[in-house]
């Protein structure tokens, strides 16, 4: 069983960076894919970005390429998510998770998961 807590959020204003951690406090991520989703209130979660294990090959959502970078240190069981030129369209709580990789494709798709964490909000303002 892995374990994932999120931490690095908070309030920003438009154009500034960011860099979420997601630790593993139980269990090792160094076999799973992992990835970031986002959440606004009455909406559902939205992929953000993900990174296979190993090689670490990455997948972006449309709306943070260019701004965004995920990464990973196995070494310290933890995944990042760098996020830069902020947009107060970027708010919302951020979900780190973990999972078997199946496909490329399948790396956008919240089933991919069997992690996650309890969610760091992030609040971009104009």
């Known amino acids: 069983q892995v374990q994932l807590v999120e931490s690095g959020g908070g309030l920003v204003q438009a154009g500034d960076s960011l860099r979420l951690s997601c630790a593993a406090s139980?269990?090792?991520?160094?076999?799973?894919?992992m990835a970031w989703f986002r959440q606004v209130p009455g909406k559902e979660r939205d992929f953000v970005a993900a990174i296979t294990r190993g090689l670490g090959s990455t997948r972006y959502g449309d709306s943070v390429k260019g701004r965004f970078t995920i990464a990973r240190d196995d070494a310290k069981n933890t995944a990042y998510l760098q996020m830069d030129s902020l947009k107060p369209e970027d708010t919302g709580v951020y979900y780190c998770?973990?999972?078997?990789?199946?496909?490329?494709?399948?790396?956008?798709?919240?089933?991919?998961?069997?992690?996650w964490g309890q969610g760091t909000q992030v609040t971009v303002s104009s």
């Open positions: 998770a973990g999972g078997t990789f199946l496909s490329y494709i399948l790396l956008a798709s919240t089933s991919t998961y069997r992690y």
């Open positions: 139980r269990g090792t991520v160094s076999n799973l894919a």
